[in-house]
């Protein structure tokens, strides 16, 4: 049984003539009837009755009718769907993200336009930090993420740059630190308790800063570790400590806290967009079309 069987035989079932079918289908009358003929040959059963001036469908004609318009209804939709997605118009798209990343700027603004752009499209969501983004897409399980790059990176993804951001010293503001002024030396306050990440979190990130501050002459007072920023900035805002932070925080920061720029430390904070470089899926490049769009709308380099 062959598709266009199928097809003949709603066209003339709904109009009830192989004549008027003809002229819709732009095929000739005897090659219609000849599948026709087949179709009910393969069937076992009678689908039309006869009539001089046309036909009109049998009982099981009937049930065979509703059966397949709903049939070849669903596979146009399954046809349309696969085109769609062909083109990057539908799918499902699994991206990684630092959380700070995602409170303002590009990552926002990218997530906006893309739904705008591919509506039918969904996104999963996934925070994770840099190394547990860059082992899930070396593994195809996520199609690409927001990640801050330091050290060695994958030789397997591309990496593209979006914005730098840079360190701050992130402190209560109920403590007294230099008269609450905006910027801050780090020799003046690495007396201080300091909160840190883990260092497994992120060891790149982790090494850099503590040789940037070596480098300095600084070894920092550290009295607690975290596995997240949120969590440090909760630390801090509980006055257990003092911690250098990215400044995206400043987009969510806790109200007993505030952000101070250093005067002797800065290290940039590069956030990429990181995917497979042999990913050839047209939603990823759709979404790349995206992060291009939205880095023009913020006027990023």
């Known amino acids: ?38 179709l009910e040959t393969e069937v076992g059963v009678k689908l039309f009755i006869r009539h001089p001036r046309g036909l009109t469908l049998t009982l099981a004609g009937e049930a065979f009718y509703r059966d397949i318009k709903k049939m070849l209804a669903g596979l146009d939709l399954s046809v349309e769907q696969a085109q769609r997605i062909a083109s990057g118009f539908d799918g499902h798209l699994r991206l990684g993200f630092v959380e ?15 739904k705008q752009v591919v509506p039918r499209a969904t996104l999963e969501l996934i925070p994770l930090n840099t190394p547990e983004q860059i082992a899930l897409i070396e593994k195809g399980k996520l199609d690409g993420g927001f990640v801050y790059g330091f050290g060695a990176m994958s030789e397997q993804c591309q990496f593209k740059t979006l914005y730098q951001y840079d360190i701050r010293l992130a402190l209560p503001k109920a403590w007294p630190v230099e008269d609450n002024l905006d910027v801050i030396s780090l020799h003046r306050v690495a007396h201080l308790p300091f909160i840190t990440s883990f260092r497994r979190v992120y060891p790149a990130y982790y090494d850099h800063v503590m040789a940037a501050c070596h480098s300095m002459g600084i ?8 596995q997240t920023e949120s969590a440090i900035l909760a630390l801090v805002n509980a006055g257990i400590g003092v911690a250098l932070v990215n400044s995206a925080t400043i987009s969510r920061l806790p109200v007993g806290v505030r952000l101070v720029r250093l005067s002797d430390l800065s290290i940039m904070m590069p956030l990429k967009f990181a995917f497979l470089a042999e990913n050839n899926s047209p939603l990823v490049k759709r979404f790349l079309d995206s992060l291009h769009e939205s880095l023009n709308i913020l006027h990023y380099p």
């Open 219 to 226: 070894t920092l007072n550290v009295v607690q570790e975290a």
């Open 100 to 114: 700070n990343s995602s409170w303002d700027g590009i990552v926002p603004s990218t997530l906006r336009h893309f």
């Open 1 to 38: 049984m062959e598709l266009r069987h199928l097809r003949y035989f709603i066209t003339v079932a709904e109009h009830k003539s192989i004549r008027l079918a003809s002229h819709y289908l732009h095929v000739t009358q005897p090659a219609i009837s000849r599948q026709i003929q087949d």
